[in-house]
């Protein structure tokens, strides 16, 4: 076997084992085997190897697995609820953490208002005492 053979077969097993790169071009192949693309060509077993790697490669792409637009979109839509239920949980929390700090005399914005971001502070600060009464 020649030696630019054995570099077109150890470059295309590279790149269908790689899955961050895309599939390997032919021009890419032909400058690593140092030959000319139509020398890859004339020789069926690298044309054959090449056309299984691309065709691999392209099987496992993002777009070859995508699913449909409405699929999708009732996946983010479930997604959004579940994302809001642990939203929702959390706020409960933070409204239960901020009752009992009262309970004990302390205020919950001092302790809690070092959360609050500086650009918004005045309106966090607000917004915790207006949860807390709910």
């Known amino acids: 076997m020649k ?3 054995l570099l077109a077969f150890d470059a295309l097993a590279r790149a269908e084992l790689s899955s961050s790169q895309p599939s390997i071009t032919k021009n890419e192949l032909a400058k690593i085997c140092g030959v000319s693309r139509w020398t890859l060509w004339r020789d069926g077993e690298v044309r ?3 056309h299984e790697v691309v ?3 392209r099987q496992g ?10 699929q999708r979109i009732c996946q983010l839509l479930q997604q959004n609820d579940e994302l809001r239920r642990q939203n929702e949980a959390l706020l409960q929390n933070f409204i239960v953490v901020s009752r009992r700090l009262m309970e004990r005399g ?13 650009e918004t502070g005045d309106a966090w600060r607000a917004s915790i005492l207006d949860w807390i009464d709910q």
Request: charge should be positive; glycine fraction near 10%.
């Open 48 to 50: 054959a190897r090449y």
């Open 3 to 5: 030696n630019w053979k």
């Open 61 to 70: 792409s993002p777009k070859g697995n995508r699913k449909g637009n409405a």
């Open 55 to 57: 065709k691999s490669k």
């Open 106 to 118: 302390i205020d919950p914005v001092e302790i809690l208002g070092a959360l609050a971001p500086t």
